[in-house]
């Protein structure tokens, strides 16, 4: 066809005019590197043209299980193989389907096998510990520094002078609350104690949040583009929770954030986890600085009265009707505790090794005073969400659930991805995990898990999760008939499994670390003095730990030692106990911790 419309009687110039308008698309070369050609270049070059429109991102030329494999030392050398071929013939790292060698800077080496050398976080001692932002050997020769790592950097978000990065524990923990808590606006009395946003995320031990200005430094307008109720009370009250009245189904228009983990993958491309459908299998995937094996966990307990906090203050225990197990009973310094699991026991759930205190409440964050572990209960809040991190700028990219409860129109089984555009699923509870469509989740993390029967085998990319007790004042089954107590996993397949033996209350909270952080101080059931032995020196303290729980720890740091009985609550029933302690006649070792 001519420009004016009318066919041409000569064919040659017509098949011209339609490959002009084709333009350049994808074309495969023989050592199945793609590129972006006209089909006239692509069939000069010896390649078979895509058709139009094709691309080659991801790469059409290759067979879907093979990808480029680096090797050699340094692995610069490229060839295409299978990740079988590439780890265990040629001791190299495969860089995943679809991947090639091309090497289009012309250096004879391919691009994806180079190493790009970016700028991390230097360590060094001048006046003082310092820190700076370089190469890593301009840190190591020139500054005589500790490097971190590339990307990492030098916030001071604690405001304590120093790199958060240098100091002696480098990660950083991040916390929301419940907003079931007194502190999140949903105590029936406000009396000004209210401060934090529970759609926020705080940063831990940070400077007090006080008016005005009392969002934390991830907020929930990053989330949602808008700050829905419940927001912190900047100067008055008119933004509060209004427990205690209103129709259940308001409440669905506030938003609460349930958990969070932020990770160095882009969950939401669907070539790494489809939406329409579940994983055909696991994804192999090793330990990265985000992305840890489960095993040391950290965990917060559910603080909260199971039937639902509008209608009443916390905590208040109480029996969840679909579940039968009494909720929020957990014990003193209990709002962060460690648990370690077993992952080379070789069954599922893994085995519990170890369990113990890592902070109390005002350790988590000083406007959290007071503390409920003073044995008055009287100021619980609830801890809602964790997660700890080496470095902010090495895992950018930052995952959500939302609260039954407080949901603001977001499905709380699923979970979701912050983008610039708006929450993004990424995680559908039904088709992924194998969960009914009411099901809470209620904490969440990414994980690397192990094949069961297979210790030190192949590991594969998971999602641990634990479900919210059931809500009685709601119609659904918040808990998916799974139990509270317990951790679960699922590789993305459509299913789930027991991950954790069944623990002491509702997990609320979880996030995943690389080593324990088990205190020093070990626990010593009736080491009342915190001496680290178990005698009648010990008496008087535990006499205070009982009369007077404030005062007593404002003078011993090992509260938890007194719980001599294993019940989970310091007081008058661990005397006997206690007595067969220091005596001999009993000695006691609480699994728990």
């Not at 958060?164 to 480098?170: G, L």
């Not at 923990?173 to 946003?197: N, Q």
């Amino acid at each position: 066809i001519n420009n004016a419309g009318v066919p041409e009687p000569n064919g040659g110039l017509w098949e011209w005019h339609i490959h002009q308008a084709q333009g350049p698309e994808a074309c495969c070369l023989e050592d199945g590197t793609c590129r972006i050609l006209t089909p006239e270049d692509c069939v000069a070059f010896g390649g078979f043209p895509q058709g139009m429109g094709s691309v080659c991102d991801p790469n059409p030329c290759l067979p879907q299980d093979v990808g480029a494999c680096c090797y050699g030392d340094p692995p610069t050398m490229c060839t295409v193989t299978t990740q079988l071929d590439c780890e265990q013939n040629l001791m190299g790292q495969w860089m995943g389907v679809g991947t090639d060698c091309s090497d289009l800077n012309g250096n004879q080496v391919a691009d994806i096998c180079e190493v790009v050398e970016e700028p991390g976080a230097c360590c060094f001692e001048d006046n003082g510990i310092q820190c700076v932002v370089t190469l890593q050997v301009d840190c190591e020769q020139n500054l005589n520094g500790d490097w971190k790592g590339a990307l990492t950097t030098c916030d001071d978000l604690n405001g304590d002078g120093v790199a958060d990065i240098c100091e002696e524990k480098p990660y950083r923990f991040e916390f929301s609350l419940d907003i079931g808590s007194d502190k999140e606006l949903s105590d029936p009395v406000f009396d000004g104690d209210e401060a934090f946003d529970p759609g926020d995320v705080y940063w831990w031990q940070s400077a007090p949040v006080v008016p005005p200005g009392r969002d934390g430094f991830k907020d929930d307008m990053m989330i949602l583009g808008q700050d829905p109720y419940p927001a912190a009370p900047d100067a008055t009250g008119s933004t509060r929770v209004p427990v205690g009245f209103g129709d259940i189904e308001m409440f669905a228009n506030y938003f609460d954030l349930d958990g969070h983990d932020q990770i160095e993958i882009d969950l939401k491309q669907d070539e790494i986890i489809p939406m329409i459908a579940p994983l055909a299998a696991p994804l192999p995937w090793g330990p990265t600085q985000c992305i840890h094996p489960a095993e040391f966990l950290i965990v917060s307990f559910d603080d909260d009265k199971a039937p639902s906090w509008p209608a009443g203050d916390v905590p208040v225990t109480a029996k969840s009707p679909y579940i039968g197990m009494t909720f929020g009973s957990t014990m003193a310094m209990d709002e962060v505790m460690g648990i370690t699991l077993d992952p080379m026991a070789g069954v599922w759930p893994l085995p519990t090794k170890a369990m113990y205190p890592i902070a109390d409440e005002t350790t988590v964050h000083q406007s959290l005073a007071l503390n409920p572990d003073d044995g008055t209960d009287e100021e619980d809040d609830d801890v809602d969400s964790l997660d700890i991190v080496l470095d902010e700028g090495a895992c950018p990219f930052w995952y959500f659930t939302a609260d039954h409860e407080a949901h603001f129109g977001l499905d709380p089984g699923d979970i979701y991805e912050v983008t610039g555009l708006g929450p993004m699923r990424v995680i559908d509870d039904v088709i992924h995990l194998g969960l009914s469509d009411d099901t809470d989740i209620d904490a969440f993390e990414f994980a690397v898990v192990g094949e069961p029967g297979m210790p030190g085998g192949q590991q594969f990319l998971a999602v641990l999760f634990s479900v919210d007790d059931d809500d009685p004042l709601t119609p659904q089954n918040e808990s998916g008939g799974l139990f509270p107590t317990v951790v679960y996993a699922s590789f993305l397949d459509g299913t789930h499994f027991q991950l954790s033996e069944p623990q002491m209350d509702d997990i609320d909270a979880l996030t995943v670390w690389t080593e324990s952080l088990e205190p020093a101080q070990p626990y010593l059931c009736g080491d009342a003095n915190c001496d680290g032995v178990v005698d009648v020196f010990d008496i008087d303290a535990f006499v205070l730990a009982i009369t007077n729980p404030v005062a007593y720890q404002a003078v011993y740091p090992c509260f938890v030692d007194c719980d001599t009985n294993c019940d989970n609550v310091i007081d008058v029933f661990d005397i006997d106990s206690f007595v067969g302690a220091v005596t001999g006649s009993a000695p006691c070792n609480c699994p728990q911790y």
